[in-house]
């Protein structure tokens, strides 16, 4: 069965915190819900979950923009891009008989036909993600190759992480500094050290007082742009400065990460990172270029609207301002209710 929901992000952003998509469809009346149905193969007559038979998965896919060749969908956190034996998703179905449904699956639900993966987001981050249409691939076709390309080549990606620390490092204040470069090889995931490059700006910080105020956290949101795409390198580089993301549970602080889960709101499997643009050139694949922005994920907001002072979150906004960009996207999104069976 699948629901199509034609909503706004920033309605979308605000009413789904926690997953509630009932919730969200009462306080929002005027969401249009148009349904069908389609068949899922089934391998076993059994609906059990708690037998040998399938597993009935039911979720969501937002899907922000859709062209001819390709589909940008909507990552949440705590779903990984697509089975591998690095991730573990495979194993996790052998532990708890419950199958992880990988964001390539679902986008391929989503849209109906087959999909490729053009870039990657770790498990715990959200936000952006582009695919091309396997049919765009066929009888000669290569548009998989040129996105991948472009996105190697000429792509802009604009992240947002929430990390420990008020933007300040050894008398050092990020936050006056604008933009600024990190070079600092970083080690892929062979153990190879790869030349790394990334470009920071700290935009809001704000400190505890050092810890004499309980009542909130030390902590800073920053824009990342990558030069280079080596493996974690954002996530590297910020712990380089002593600004880890929150939540990193590989190169993060997992006293930080502890005290997040039980005071502030961190929900699990989550790192704090966030693709809240994507911006791609017009290229054969995609005559009109891509620009996307994705609503920051709503356990994110949550955390800033309960957890950051009101004058930290409007210097924050102010500075998206300044980079053409925003918390909530003003972009029309297609929200897909799936379901189906997993053996």
């Not at 605000?14 to 009346?29: C, D, E, V």
């Amino acid at each position: 069965m699948f629901s199509f929901l034609a909503c706004s992000v920033r309605s979308w952003t605000t009413s789904y915190i926690n997953g509630n998509l009932k919730a969200a469809l009462n306080r929002h009346p005027s969401v249009r819900l148009l349904s069908f149905s389609t068949t899922v193969p089934s391998t076993t007559d059994s609906t059990d979950n708690n037998t040998d038979g399938p597993f009935l998965f039911n979720g969501t896919v937002a899907i922000l923009e859709k062209g001819e060749h390709y589909v940008v969908v909507d990552k949440p956190s705590g779903v990984v891009c697509h089975h591998s034996d690095w991730s573990g998703s495979r194993k996790r179905k052998r532990l708890d008989r419950q199958p992880e449904v990988p964001m390539l699956q679902r986008a391929r639900e989503a849209v109906g036909e087959r999909v490729n993966l053009i870039h990657r987001l770790d498990r715990g981050a959200s936000g952006c993600l582009l695919l091309s249409l396997a049919k765009s691939d066929e009888n000669g076709g290569n548009v998989t190759a040129i996105l991948q390309d472009t996105m190697m080549k000429r792509t802009t990606k604009t992240y947002l992480a929430l990390v420990r620390g008020e933007g300040i490092l050894k008398g050092r204040n990020f936050r006056k500094e604008g933009w600024f470069r990190v070079d600092r090889p970083i080690k892929d995931e062979l153990g190879t050290l790869k030349n790394a490059t990334s470009y920071f700006r700290f935009i809001a910080g704000q400190d505890n007082a050092n810890g004499t105020l309980v009542d909130r956290p030390r902590a800073s949101l920053v824009l990342a742009r990558i030069e280079t795409g080596r493996w974690h390198q954002i996530r590297k580089h910020l712990n380089g400065l002593s600004h880890p993301i929150i939540g990193d549970s590989s190169h993060g602080n997992s006293k930080t990460n502890r005290e997040w889960r039980e005071r502030w709101g961190l929900i699990p499997e989550r790192t704090c990172l966030h693709l809240l643009h994507l911006q791609l050139p017009s290229t054969e694949a995609c005559p009109q270029g891509i620009s996307v922005t994705s609503s920051v994920a709503p356990d994110i907001m949550h955390m800033l609207q309960n957890h950051f002072l009101p004058d930290v979150l409007e210097e924050a906004l102010t500075s998206l301002r300044e980079e053409g960009l925003s918390l909530e996207s003003s972009q029309e999104s297609t929200v897909v209710e799936i379901q189906l069976e997993l053996p």
